[in-house]
């Protein structure tokens, strides 16, 4: 992972440095894809960056059209390739490939459909990228999450997804929007399934410290009204809400996967409810889910054993037992 760069001292001799490159392979070139593509150059995550998609000009096309680009932003080498030519010195595969979701499809229906998509993928990965930390964001992306850590052989502090880091993003807003108070002040969490299932963890919203149930904080409505409630079915239902009107989600899940991408590399120690192997939870099956959890350059360091009230406990159990009866039907 390392290339010697040589630089002119002032003697006009040479010297010889190490850098400590930051490689990247994204599997997909469609819309979400490129989102992340974008995202991740102009935020400079990588030095190298590999595009793979089985729509070969297509990609060449979208290479091209980054390269561009370049001038504008910190050089970042980026070529149409596969991971076999990343090789063993690749930090991270992200796929975004897959079946697309139709309007009025759930996202379970496409795992089927995705399992056989996945199998070559991730086989591919193991082979070609042994020591690189596989994140995924294709849907449903808790069950092909699973798939992956369980197809390709990794630790499972190396395959993690992108879980629910949007819809917590989108609960996020949604909430700021009621409290008119800036977004990135207010802490709350998404957590269970990335989709129908999902759970607020609405007995930790807060703002400062101050929880909105409690009244804490001036003007918050109280957790069983019906503002509330508007509030978390616009975070569960707003991917079935922009498909419908543009066919595609793409912008906040390329900012959203970018933010992962950046406390991996940077080392950040970040909590974010990234999908992962659930361990010691409240008793859940064998799945893979989100919770909030410390993410740096291992992948997974930790999940942070956040206390639940009941209700959202049953809510969170619920929602594993669903993935659980999904993953039990797939042949791996």
Request: with cysteine.
């Amino acid at each position: 992972m390392f290339e010697q760069i040589f630089n002119a001292c002032s003697d006009g001799s040479q010297q010889i440095s190490t850098m400590d490159l930051r490689k990247g392979v994204i599997i997909g070139a469609g819309q979400v894809g490129m989102a992340c593509a974008y995202s991740m150059l102009i935020q400079d995550c990588f030095d190298e960056l590999i595009l793979q998609d089985i729509a070969l000009e297509k990609v060449e096309g979208e290479v091209m059209d980054l390269m561009h680009g370049i001038p504008f932003i910190s050089p970042t080498k980026i070529a149409a390739g596969t991971v076999a030519d990343a090789g063993e010195d690749t930090d991270i595969v992200i796929i975004t490939a897959g079946a697309n979701q139709k309007d009025g499809e759930t996202r379970l229906d496409l795992v089927q459909r995705n399992v056989k998509i996945f199998r070559g993928l991730v086989e591919e990965i193991a082979k070609h990228c042994p020591n690189a930390i596989l994140l995924i964001v294709s849907n449903p992306v808790d069950i092909m999450t699973y798939v992956s850590l369980k197809i390709s052989g990794f630790p499972s502090s190396r395959v993690l997804g992108s879980g629910t880091v949007l819809d917590t993003a989108r609960f996020r807003s949604l909430l700021s929007a009621k409290l008119n108070i800036d977004s990135r002040s207010v802490h709350a969490n998404i957590i269970g399934e990335h989709g129908d299932s999902e759970v607020p963890v609405w007995s930790k919203v807060n703002v400062a410290g101050m929880r909105i149930c409690d009244g804490d904080w001036p003007g918050s409505p109280s957790c069983d009204s019906s503002e509330l409630s508007e509030i978390f079915a616009g975070v569960k239902n707003a991917a079935y809400e922009i498909i419908k009107r543009k066919g595609y989600t793409s912008y906040a899940v390329g900012l959203a996967v970018t933010d992962i991408v950046k406390a991996i590399l940077n080392n950040q120690n970040r909590v974010l409810t990234v999908s992962s192997l659930v361990k010691d939870l409240y008793d859940l099956p064998e799945v893979c889910l989100s919770f909030p959890t410390i993410v740096n350059r291992q992948g997974i360091s930790k999940q942070i054993n956040l206390s639940l009230n009941e209700t959202e406990k049953n809510l969170f159990q619920k929602s594993a037992q669903t993935l659980h009866e999904v993953i039990a039907q797939l042949d791996l």
